[in-house]
């Protein structure tokens, strides 16, 4: 009698264990699908911001150099203003240097964004299939006998580690891409320096 006790003790014991273990990972990984998203979005904006800034930039080294007309430069599109600066040949514009460098950062951002979304589509697919694994093998458990749930439970858990470090990697990824630096700074220390100056020979 005893024996036949502590038996159907054991597999109610492992039976709970194998609901609360599948059920906290599907949780788990749908809070942290959220997490993910919340900082690829909060990125996204501030890579937008730096695009909008440097199309800001484009335009005041058009407008500075003196040279392309002041009307059509102000009614370009964002992406038409890209394209044209693209297209302007060495030795043209006077600061060709530092419009060179708006471009290329300009390239970097856009580089950043496709890594970033290169990544978070990656871990979404692996969350995904953990959090679906986890609901489908989830009312299998009174069914199934005991050493099969120990075995998915294994799977399931090696899976989610793996799934896990893949998002963690995305969300590094996602945090460590810094925002670019704007060239306008190299504009104000210019003008500072100009202004320091012009000061001293008034002196």
Request: positive net charge.
């Amino acid at each position: 009698m005893l024996p036949s006790i502590l038996f159907a003790y054991e597999q109610t014991k492992m039976t709970q264990g194998y609901f609360y273990t599948l059920s906290a990972i599907a949780q788990a990984f749908a809070a942290i699908v959220a997490l993910n998203a919340v900082f690829v979005v909060y990125k996204f904006q501030l890579l937008k911001n730096h695009r909008n800034e440097l199309f800001v930039q484009l335009r005041q080294l058009l407008l500075r150099e003196g040279k392309f007309p002041t009307v059509e430069i102000e009614n370009m599109t964002d992406e038409e203003i890209l394209s044209f600066s693209r297209g302007v040949k060495d030795g043209y514009v006077n600061i060709v240097k530092r419009f060179k460098e708006t471009i290329m950062a300009f390239d970097q951002n856009k580089s950043i964004s496709e890594n970033i979304t290169k990544w978070l589509k990656i871990s979404l697919k692996f969350n995904v299939v953990t959090i679906m694994l986890s609901l489908i093998l989830l009312p299998w458990g009174g069914l199934l006998p005991d050493y099969l749930k120990s075995i998915i439970l294994i799977e399931i858990l090696f899976f989610s580690l793996f799934s896990l470090l893949i998002t963690v990697n995305a969300i590094l990824i996602t945090l460590e891409s810094g925002n670019l630096p704007l060239i306008s700074g190299i504009f104000n220390q210019k003008s500072g320096k100009s202004k320091n100056q012009g000061g001293r020979k008034a002196k």
